[in-house]
């Protein structure tokens, strides 16, 4: 059935022996990730909730906030910390901006989002603008 193997016994051990290295070396592998495995599910379990919401500093002395995020916002920078959601309101209503919907067809703005207007962000991390156009690179556009 199988003829495609050597005819002769020194090239068959010899294809043994590779085989049982191969074996050895995934039998280690196997083991190793095995190990791995309860370390990873446990740093799942035990990784901080995401913050409701995010601040972006600047560069600079003092590093002065520059715009809020909802958390987990993929358009935060580097330079952030979590805010508490009083915290984020305090900056929005002191002109702080807050990166939002309008430009580049992203998702439609939720007011309910909006740390002035809610008690607690909703659940979905789409980002609501409070006004349509509120992204720094829609400021850029001219006037029609």
């Keep these: 059935m199988f003829d ?3 005819p ?9 022996v590779w085989h049982a290295m191969w074996l050895q070396r995934i039998d280690t592998k196997i083991a190793a990730l095995q190990e791995k495995e309860p370390e990873q599910e446990q740093g799942r379990k ?3 909730q995401e913050p409701d919401w ?7 002395n ?3 906030p520059t715009e809020v995020h909802v958390g987990g916002c993929y358009a935060a920078g580097k330079r952030r ?12 209503t002191s002109g ?15 007011p309910a989002q909006d740390p002035r207007d809610a008690e607690a962000p909703s659940g979905s991390r789409a980002h609501g603008a409070a006004r349509p156009f509120d992204h720094p690179a829609a400021r850029r556009r001219p006037a029609r």
Aim: no cysteine; proline share 12%; net charge positive.
């Design 8 to 16: 002769d016994l020194a090239r068959l051990l010899t294809l043994r």
């Design 46 to 48: 035990n990784r901080p």
């Design 81 to 92: 910390r979590p805010v508490p959601r009083d915290e984020a309101r305090r900056l929005l």
């Design 96 to 110: 702080v901006h807050r990166w939002g919907d309008g430009a580049a067809g992203r998702a439609a703005p939720q």
């Design 4 to 6: 495609d193997l050597p």
């Design 62 to 64: 003092g590093r002065p």
């Design 54 to 60: 995010i601040v972006e500093l600047g560069i600079g």
